[in-house]
C-alpha cells in the first residue's frame, strides 16, 4: 500500500492507546485483591504526555462510579487531582470540573485536597532556569495564559462551593498553608495575594480572615525593611546609576535606551523587600479601590463593610506592631474615600488613647497614630482637627487637674505618664503641620482658636511635656509658637537641657540607667511613603512637610535646641537613636526591632519627583 507523504508529514502518532479496562471492571478487580489493572491505571494517569481525548474519557467514567472512589482509593484520587487540567481544551476543564463537582458531593472526604488542589493553582508554575551553571527555580512569569488559568481555578472553587456550602470554614487553613514564603518572587506573590484577595469576592464570610492573613504577612516583610535601609539602598542605587552614565555628551545616542528601560528604573524599588512589599500594597490597593466602587460610585455599605474589617485587622496585627512604615498606609488610603471614614478611625483611636481598661503601650501607640493621621491626611478638613485638637487638649487639661488634685507631687515619669506624654506629642506635631490651615483666611479667628487651647498650661505643668517629647518636634513646635506669641517654650528647654533626663530600662537584662533623648521611643506611623509603585495612590492625598517662613524660622540663640542643626535634622528625618528602650509598642514579629531612627517629615531625596 502506498503511503501519502504529506498526510503522514502533517498527521504525528496520536497516543490513544489504553491499557487495561473499564474504570468500574478495575475498581472491581481491585476490590477483590487483584491490583495489576489498578496500578496501571494509576500510572497512565501520571503520564506527562497524556491527551485531552484520554482525560476526558477517564474523567466520564470516574464520574459513573464517583461512589465507589471511597476513603480506600486516596492514592488514584491524589493522581486525579494532580492531572494538568488547568489551561487545556474547554472540554478538558468542563469535564473535570463536572467530576470535581461530583466527587466532592459524592464524597465529602476529597473536598480538602481538591480544594488544595485549586489553591496551588494561585501561582504561576514553577520553572527551571539556569543561570550561569546554578539552576534557579521560581514562576513561570512569561505565562500569558495565566489569567485565563486563574479564571478557571475560580470557576471550580465556586463550584464546589455551590456543592458544599460549609466550603469556607476549610478553605482558609488551606489558604494559610500554601501562601508562598515571602521571599518569593514578587511575581509569585504578587499572584497569590491577587487570587485570595479575588475569592473573597465570592466568598465574603473569610473576608476578614482573608485580609488578616494578608497584612499579617505584609507586616513581616515592612517591619524587615527599616526605613534608613530603604533610603540607602535607594541613595546607592542612584549613584550607581550616576556612575554608569557616560562622561562625554553627545558620544552614544541615548534616547532610545533610556526610553526602553526607563519605567523599569522608575517603578522597581533598590530594595528587595520592599519591591515585594511595594507589589503587594499595590494589589492591595487596587482591591480597596474596586471593592468600595461599583461602576465608578463609591457604594457606602461596601466600604463600610470594608472599613470596620479593615479595622479589626489594624486593632489586632498593626497597632500593636511597632516600626512598620508602610503598611498602616492601608487605612489611610481607605479613610481618603469619604471624609466620615477618617473622623471614624479619629474617633476609634481617641477611645482607645483616653480607655483606662487599654494597655499604655496601645494608647500610647493610638496616640502616635491619631497625630501622625492629623497632621499627613490632607483629606481632613480644618474643622476636623479642630474637633480632634480640642478633645485633645481637654484631656490633657483634665490629666493635669488630676494630677494637681491628688496631692502627691507630680513628676515627670513616663512609665506612670506615657499616654499622656504621647497626647501631647500628637498635640505638637498636629500644630505644626496643620497651623497654617487653620490661620489661613482669617487670622484673627486663627490666632484666637490657638490661645483659647491655653497651651501654656500644658507646656508649664509639672509633668513637662517638652522634656520627654521627641526634640525636633519641641523645636519646631516653640519656633512657631514663638512666631505667633501663643506661648513661650525657649525658658523651658533650656532649663530641661541642663538636665538631661535619666531612664530606667531592663531590655538588657537588670536594671541600668542611661540617658536618653526620646525617651517615648517616638513613632509616626504616616511618615513619608518610600515605595514607589503604590505610592503614586498615596501622593496625592498626603500633606508633605513645607519649609517654615522667615518668621517662623527657629532662633539661633537659644543654645542647641534652637540651633539651624536641629531643624536639618527635623527636614532630614534624623533623630537620635534610641537603641535599648523599650519600645513604646513591641513590634509583633520581632521585639528586638526599634523604631526608625528618623521622623522623616519631608519629602526624601529619591521619591518621585
Not at 491527551?51 to 465507589?68: G, H, M, P, Y
Not at 500569558?144 to 488559568?149: A, G, H, K
Not at 483606662?356 to 480644618?382: D, M, N, T
Not at 485638637?389 to 491628688?406: G, N, P
Amino acid at each position: 500500500m502506498e503511503i501519502d507523504a504529506r498526510d503522514f508529514l502533517n498527521s504525528p502518532p496520536v497516543k490513544t492507546v489504553r491499557f487495561g479496562g473499564s474504570v468500574a471492571d478495575t475498581l472491581a478487580k481491585h476490590k477483590q485483591g487483584d491490583s495489576s489493572d489498578y496500578e496501571l491505571l494509576k500510572h497512565q494517569l501520571a503520564d506527562p504526555d497524556i491527551r485531552d481525548a484520554q482525560i476526558i474519557n477517564w474523567l466520564q467514567e470516574f464520574r459513573n462510579s464517583v461512589t465507589q472512589l471511597t476513603k480506600d482509593h486516596e492514592q488514584l484520587i491524589y493522581t486525579i487531582l494532580r492531572l494538568p487540567w488547568v489551561g487545556r481544551s474547554p472540554a478538558v476543564v468542563e469535564e473535570y470540573m463536572a467530576f470535581l463537582g461530583n466527587l466532592v458531593s459524592a464524597q465529602t472526604v476529597y473536598l480538602c485536597a481538591c480544594l488544595r488542589m485549586v489553591v496551588s493553582h494561585f501561582t504561576p508554575k514553577r520553572v527551571t532556569i539556569c543561570e550561569a551553571g546554578v539552576d534557579i527555580s521560581d514562576s513561570d512569569d512569561e505565562d500569558e495564559n495565566l489569567p485565563r488559568n486563574f479564571d478557571q481555578c475560580h470557576q471550580a472553587l465556586q463550584l464546589i462551593t455551590r456543592y458544599v456550602p460549609s466550603t469556607s470554614r476549610f478553605l482558609m487553613p488551606i489558604l494559610h498553608e500554601n501562601f508562598p514564603f515571602i521571599q518569593k518572587s514578587s511575581r509569585t506573590l504578587e499572584c497569590y495575594v491577587h487570587n485570595v484577595l479575588r475569592v473573597t469576592v465570592y466568598m465574603p464570610s473569610i473576608r476578614r480572615d482573608v485580609l488578616e492573613l494578608i497584612i499579617g504577612k505584609m507586616l513581616k516583610l515592612d517591619v524587615s525593611a527599616s526605613r534608613s535601609d530603604i533610603e540607602e539602598a535607594e541613595e546607592n542605587a542612584v549613584q550607581n546609576q550616576r556612575a554608569e552614565e557616560p562622561t562625554e555628551e553627545g558620544l552614544f545616542d541615548m534616547d532610545e535606551d533610556m526610553s526602553a528601560d526607563g519605567p523599569c528604573r522608575t517603578t522597581v524599588m533598590a530594595h528587595p523587600v520592599a519591591d515585594r512589599l511595594d507589589t503587594l500594597m499595590a494589589v492591595l490597593m487596587a482591591y480597596i479601590k474596586d471593592f468600595c466602587h461599583v461602576n465608578g460610585s463609591l457604594s457606602v455599605e461596601r466600604t463600610k463593610d470594608l472599613y470596620r474589617d479593615l479595622l479589626s485587622v489594624f486593632d489586632k496585627l498593626i497597632l500593636p506592631t511597632h516600626a512598620s512604615c508602610h503598611v498602616q498606609y492601608t487605612l489611610f488610603y481607605l479613610c481618603s474615600f469619604r471624609v466620615a471614614l477618617a473622623e471614624a478611625f479619629l474617633d476609634h483611636l481617641w477611645k482607645i488613647l483616653q480607655s483606662p481598661s487599654q494597655p499604655a503601650v496601645l494608647r500610647q501607640a493610638a496616640a502616635g497614630y491619631l497625630g501622625s493621621f492629623l497632621a499627613r491626611a490632607k483629606f481632613i478638613p480644618v474643622l476636623t482637627v479642630r474637633g480632634c485638637l480640642d478633645l485633645l487638649i481637654s484631656w490633657t487639661h483634665r490629666y493635669i487637674d488630676s494630677q494637681d488634685s491628688s496631692g502627691r507631687q507630680a513628676c515627670c515619669d513616663i512609665s506612670l505618664h506615657g499616654p499622656f506624654y504621647t497626647a501631647c506629642q500628637a498635640i505638637f506635631y498636629t500644630l505644626i503641620f496643620r497651623h497654617r490651615a487653620m490661620l489661613e483666611g482669617n487670622m484673627k479667628k486663627g490666632l484666637e482658636y490657638l490661645q483659647s487651647l491655653n497651651l501654656e498650661r500644658l507646656v508649664m505643668c509639672q509633668l513637662n511635656p517638652l522634656k520627654v517629647c521627641l526634640p525636633a518636634v519641641t523645636s519646631m513646635f516653640a519656633a512657631i509658637t514663638r512666631t505667633y506669641q501663643v506661648v513661650f517654650c525657649y525658658t523651658i528647654i533650656e532649663r530641661n537641657n541642663r538636665h538631661v533626663l535619666p531612664v530606667v530600662r531592663s531590655s538588657a537584662g537588670g536594671d541600668s540607667v542611661t540617658t536618653n533623648t526620646n525617651p517615648l521611643d517616638s513613632f509616626f506611623p504616616f511618615d513619608p511613603y518610600l515605595l514607589r509603585r503604590s505610592g503614586h495612590l498615596i501622593e496625592p492625598l498626603y500633606q508633605v512637610w513645607e519649609e517654615l517662613s522667615d518668621a517662623e524660622q527657629l532662633p539661633t540663640k537659644t543654645g542647641q535646641q534652637g540651633s539651624r542643626e536641629d531643624e536639618d535634622d527635623f527636614l532630614c528625618g534624623e533623630t537620635p537613636q534610641t537603641e535599648g528602650i523599650v519600645g513604646m509598642t513591641p513590634s509583633s514579629y520581632d521585639s528586638s526591632l526599634r523604631s526608625p531612627s528618623g521622623m522623616g517629615s519631608p519629602p526624601i531625596g529619591f521619591q518621585r519627583p
